[in-house]
């Protein structure tokens, strides 16, 4: 059976990290930010973890 392909479009969104977990931005922040308020656009700023329900099936895409 041959090898999977890499998903190049998952692998420039997500970095793995040193232990292992994979960093992702945050959604929402791309359009229509005038009326976000300044306290969400701050907290979107910040990288997060994938979700450990997401982990399995996104790590299996990258690889």
């Known amino acids: ?4 392909k890499t998903k190049r479009a998952l692998k420039k ?3 793995i990290t040193g232990t292992g977990k994979m960093k992702r931005h945050c959604a929402f ?3 229509l ?3 976000k308020t300044t306290k969400q656009k701050r907290h979107l700023r910040n990288a997060r973890l994938v979700s450990h329900a997401d982990f399995k099936r ?3 895409l990258i690889q």
């Open 13 to 15: 969104r997500v970095r």
């Open 1 to 4: 059976m041959p090898k999977m």
């Open 33 to 35: 930010a005038p009326r």
């Open 58 to 60: 996104e790590k299996n």
């Open 29 to 31: 922040k791309g359009h």
